[in-house]
């Protein structure tokens, strides 16, 4: 359930990092990301405090930030973010039905050998609500990831393309979610030995068709 399906009258808008910091410059927009905060996920923290203006200028992945707004457009509150990366994904034939398999062959490339698909998909590389000040209650977890999944389908109506995946700690609550917003499981990756910012030793993978 969406919030914005219960409250119409419920607006968000969001804006690419990039056009912010153009707009506003770094000691700003600095101090408006200084008001985020995410303790569920500290990862999802730093990254956008530490990590994610420099992605965004040097072009290895693009961050949206997201605002609530009143109905009259006079308020705004920051609730969350995503960032997306362009990938490419290997998707073992077992981990899909023959729909998903046709449609993969389609878009990739098939390697007889390892059994399996490398197509490219934009990765949700972060996404994470606001939990300062109670903002997290202004959104959703599944309105700000339709967001992001309406920022993939916008680009790939313009440049083809029908898959996006994302990788999420191994944790109940984070299952369910991505799973009731059918994201389809395919894989464990390990982790790198630069990513201790995340709880255990595996990150699960899920892809969607869009
Ligand atoms: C993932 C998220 C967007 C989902 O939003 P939502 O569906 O509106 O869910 P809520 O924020 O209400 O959280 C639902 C439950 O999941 C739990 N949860 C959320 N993120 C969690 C995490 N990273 N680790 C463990 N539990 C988490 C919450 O504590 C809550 O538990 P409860 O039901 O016992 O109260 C949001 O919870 C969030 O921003 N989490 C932190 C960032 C994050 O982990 N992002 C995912 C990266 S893969």
Redo the contacts with the bound molecule.
Sequence with gaps: MQIKDLIPETSFVQINLSDLLDQLGEDSVKEILSSFS????P??ESFLKNKAAEFSKRGFSKTHIVFWQSADGTEKELV?YYTIASKVISIERSAVNSNEARKLREHGIFDSKKNEYTVAAPL?A??????TNGN?TL???????HLAMDKVQKVQKEVGGRFAY????E????I???ERNHFKLFGRRKLDRDETNI?GTHLLQYFIML
């Design positions: 995410c303790p569920l996920n990862d999802v969350g949700i972060q996404l994470g609500k606001n939990y997290d959104i959703s977890g599944d309105d700000l990831l994302l990788e999420c700690e944790k109940e609550k984070l369910s979610f991505y709880d």
